[in-house]
């Protein structure tokens, strides 16, 4: 007790959850009265999960001591045993399992419900739970076993629980084979349930096992921009299930859609059709190709110049004629009143108001970045949209970037290298990303789309430039080469590191990499080093072992361990010499990690010298 108060740590606590595990182990029955002692012991902490498990594991009279937990009026201990003997998958505790089944609390009932759902979801005795009087034990059975009794699940699909026949549908649309005329009538009149959750799952299982006859019905939905929030983006998942043409055209249609979820959905569903069918004729693919070019979604008209109109406040603002005989305001003096505090205090002060005739002072820049500070109305929190407002026409065009690096065809790569032409700075990074992975998946990027990642490599925009260097680091000629090796010089750390990276991939590490060992950027220098060791240069081993004791030694570690991959004698014939010079002994720490790095193992064992 004094060790627990004083340090926290419970060892007599310790010592019995290892002893209990360990009895489990070795299966040691004889045990089980022990641990129950254990577990029942009121001075004690709670053992009970521990135990429960170490008991399960204790074959026959472990499975009878947990049935025994089953009759307690604790809920908390009654779910914990059932759980237990659910997963325990031996026929000694089927009994126990079916009490626990009709257990009069429902949690218990839940979680047997579905520790035998993990262990066999076909299980006859989950059949008697279809018809549980709680409905969520209901919807979990029908939702994990439904497809294992569609009879059963079919008359699910009439309940007047709600959950229950979401459960149902999901069964449905996963499995629309085996379900008949009548369960697909069910699923069509579910279509105009007022709960959203019922009509989007009735949507999804109705055009899997009808598709024919949804389409023009998921039309109609996509075209009622009154329906509720689930409702549409779920018609749009059940089109992008069918591969006919028409289906496409429904999603295409929604592209200008106001909505920016139900758009991502129509692109994110049409480049799933796409990826269906990759070779030959593909209406999804067309079409976002054709949503790529901004052929679906035209940009908005700009509106017409208005009317030039006096405002209010000019037209108060107009000098106002006496009657007739009177005089205007012009013909009237007023009295210079001063318009400031400040010009209150100075009126008279000649020396004053000649400092406040004389020119302003020049500000500097950082004067302007507070002023407009200043001026902003508010300083405090600001609201972000949690949709971005973006226009449709943008959008759509951006997407479809995005989702066409997928498809790995050469017209598409052509498509994407148009597209980084347009004046649309987010269009072409899309694209850029789309042509890079279209490149590291095998498709050889020829004419204008070798051209674009060319001209990328000097985009002024890095995650541009990041692209152009994936895409490059798959071409092995001398543009790309060069355009690689410009980018050594690049003012971004990040962007130097790739690109030593993708010269290495094509064997390019000439002098001009192996000078970058000397960068300025940690990162960079390690890259280089990795592209050296690879590189089979025959100077590799020795610039390896001055970059081990470059920058006080920083990357002597990972030296260590390329060094390893070179000539581990000639290495640790180096590392020693320098162990043996006293005049280097400052530096002796270096030699010394270095070595470890080279004779060592993961496990801190060191490698036995050759035979």
């Given at each position: 007790?004094?060790?627990?108060?004083q340090?926290?740590?419970?060892?007599?606590?310790?010592?019995?959850?290892a002893?209990i595990?360990g009895l489990?182990?070795?299966?040691?029955?004889?045990?089980v009265?022990?641990?129950?002692?254990?577990?029942?012991?009121?001075f004690?902490?709670?053992?009970?999960?521990?135990?429960?498990?170490?008991?399960?594991r204790?074959?026959?009279?472990?499975i009878?001591?947990l049935g025994?937990?089953?009759?307690t009026?604790?809920?908390r201990?009654?779910?914990r045993?059932?759980?237990?003997?659910?997963?325990i998958?031996?026929?000694?505790a089927?009994?126990?399992v079916?009490?626990?089944?009709?257990d009069?609390?429902?949690?218990?009932?839940?979680?047997?419900?579905?520790?035998?759902?993990k262990?066999?979801?076909?299980?006859?005795?989950?059949?008697?739970?279809?018809e549980d009087?709680h409905?969520?034990?209901?919807?979990?059975?029908?939702?994990?076993?439904?497809h294992?009794h569609?009879?059963?699940?079919?008359?699910?699909?009439?309940?007047?629980?709600?959950r229950?026949?979401?459960?149902?549908?999901?069964?449905?649309?996963?499995?629309?084979a085996?379900?008949?005329?009548?369960?697909?009538?069910?699923?069509?009149?579910?279509?105009g349930?007022?709960?959203?959750?019922?009509?989007a799952?009735?949507?999804?299982?109705?055009?899997?096992?009808?598709?024919?006859?949804?389409?023009p019905?998921l039309?109609?939905l996509?075209?009622d921009?009154?329906?509720?929030?689930?409702?549409?983006?779920?018609?749009v998942?059940?089109l992008g299930?069918?591969?006919?043409?028409?289906?496409?055209a429904?999603?295409?249609?929604?592209?200008g859609?106001?909505d920016?979820?139900?758009?991502?959905?129509a692109?994110?569903?049409?480049?799933?059709?796409a990826?269906?069918?990759?070779?030959?004729?593909?209406?999804?693919?067309?079409?976002l190709?054709?949503?790529?070019?901004?052929?679906?979604?035209?940009p908005?008209?700009?509106?017409?110049?208005?009317?030039?109109?006096?405002?209010?406040d000019?037209?108060q603002?107009?000098p106002?004629?006496?009657?007739?005989?009177?005089e205007t305001?012009?013909?009237v003096t007023?009295?210079?009143?001063?318009?400031?505090?400040?010009a209150?205090?100075?009126?008279g002060?000649q020396?004053?108001?000649?400092?406040?005739?004389a020119?302003?002072?020049?500000?500097?820049?950082e004067?302007?970045?507070?002023m407009d500070?200043?001026?902003?109305?508010?300083?405090?929190?600001k609201?972000?949209?949690?949709?971005?407002q973006?226009?449709?026409?943008?959008?759509?065009?951006?997407?479809?970037?995005r989702?066409?690096?997928?498809?790995?065809?050469?017209?598409?790569?052509?498509?994407?290298?148009e597209?980084?032409?347009?004046?649309d700075?987010?269009?072409?990074?899309a694209?850029?990303?789309?042509?890079a992975?279209?490149?590291?998946?095998?498709?050889?990027?020829?004419?204008?789309?070798?051209?674009?990642?060319?001209?990328a490599?000097?985009?002024?925009e890095?995650?541009?430039?990041?692209?152009?260097?994936r895409?490059?680091?798959t071409?092995?000629?001398?543009?790309?080469?060069?355009?690689?090796?410009a980018?050594l010089?690049?003012?971004?750390g990040?962007i130097?590191?790739?690109?030593?990276?993708?010269l290495?991939?094509t064997?390019?590490v000439?002098?001009?990499?192996?000078?970058c060992?000397d960068?300025?950027?940690?990162?960079?220098?390690?890259?280089?080093a990795?592209?050296l060791a690879g590189?089979?240069?025959?100077?590799?081993?020795?610039?390896l072992v001055?970059?081990?004791?470059?920058?006080?030694?920083y990357?002597?570690?990972q030296?260590?361990?390329?060094?390893?991959?070179?000539d581990?004698?000639?290495a640790?014939?180096?590392?020693?010499a320098v162990?043996?010079?006293d005049?280097r002994?400052?530096?002796?720490?270096v030699?010394?990690?270095?070595?470890?790095e080279l004779?060592g193992t993961?496990?801190?064992?060191?490698?036995?010298?050759?035979?």
């Open positions: 007790e004094d060790a627990f108060y340090d926290g740590w419970d060892d007599w606590l310790d010592v019995q959850l002893a595990d489990a182990a070795f299966g040691a029955e004889e045990a009265p022990d641990i129950e002692a254990a577990i029942g012991d009121e004690g902490q709670d053992l009970t999960e521990y135990g429960f498990r170490a008991l399960g204790l074959g026959v009279p472990g009878a001591a025994r937990y089953l009759e009026p604790n809920e201990t009654r779910r045993a059932a759980a237990i003997l659910a997963g998958g031996d026929e000694a089927a009994p126990a079916a009490r626990a089944l009709a009069p609390s429902a949690d218990v009932r839940l979680a047997t419900v579905q520790a035998v759902i262990r066999d979801p076909r299980s006859a005795a989950l059949r008697p739970l279809f009087p409905s969520a034990i209901r919807a979990e059975v029908v939702r994990h076993c439904g294992a569609p009879e059963l699940t079919s008359a699910a699909l009439t309940e007047s629980s709600a229950v026949v979401v459960a149902a549908l999901e069964v449905m649309a996963r499995h629309a085996a379900f008949g005329g009548r369960d697909i009538e069910v699923a069509e009149a579910r279509l349930e007022p709960a959203p959750e019922v009509k799952a009735a949507i999804a299982a109705f055009a899997a096992a009808a598709p024919d006859r949804a389409l019905i039309r109609d996509l075209a921009t009154g329906q509720m929030q689930a409702v549409r983006p779920a018609a998942q059940a299930r069918m591969a006919a043409g028409e289906a496409v429904a999603l295409a249609a929604c592209l859609d106001g920016r979820q139900l758009r991502l959905e692109i994110g569903a049409m480049g799933r059709l990826r269906q069918d990759p070779g030959g004729e593909n209406p999804a693919r067309e079409t190709l054709a949503a790529l070019r901004g052929e679906l979604v035209a908005p008209e700009a509106p017409d110049d208005p009317p030039e109109t006096v405002a209010d000019e037209e603002a107009q106002m004629a006496a009657e007739e005989g009177g305001e012009d013909d007023a009295p210079a009143f001063p318009t400031s505090t400040l209150a205090l100075t009126s002060d020396e004053a108001e000649e400092l406040l005739a020119e302003p002072p020049e500000l500097t820049e004067d302007r970045e507070y500070l200043a001026g902003q109305r508010k300083l405090g929190k609201r972000v949209a949690v949709t971005p973006v226009a449709p026409h943008l959008d759509v065009r951006r997407f479809a970037a989702v066409l690096g997928d498809l790995f065809r050469p017209e598409v790569a052509e498509a994407l290298a597209a980084m032409a347009v004046g700075a987010e269009l072409r990074l694209a850029a990303d789309s042509l992975h279209l490149a590291e998946n095998g498709v050889v990027l020829r004419g204008t789309a070798s051209r674009a990642m060319l001209d490599a000097a985009d002024e890095p995650h541009v430039r990041l692209s152009a260097i895409a490059l680091a071409v092995d000629d001398g543009e790309a080469g060069t355009a690689l090796t980018l010089r690049d003012a971004d990040t130097r590191t790739a690109a030593i990276t993708a290495a991939t064997s390019r000439d002098d001009q990499v192996v000078a060992l960068d300025g950027d940690p990162s960079v220098r390690q890259a280089a990795k592209a590189s089979g240069r025959t100077d590799a081993l020795d610039r001055d970059f081990a004791f470059a920058e006080e030694g990357h002597r570690r030296a260590g361990a390329l060094l390893r991959s070179l581990l004698s000639r640790n014939a180096r590392m020693l162990l043996r010079d005049q002994r400052r530096v002796w720490a030699p010394i990690e270095v070595l470890e004779n993961a496990d801190g064992k060191l490698i036995p010298p050759a035979a």
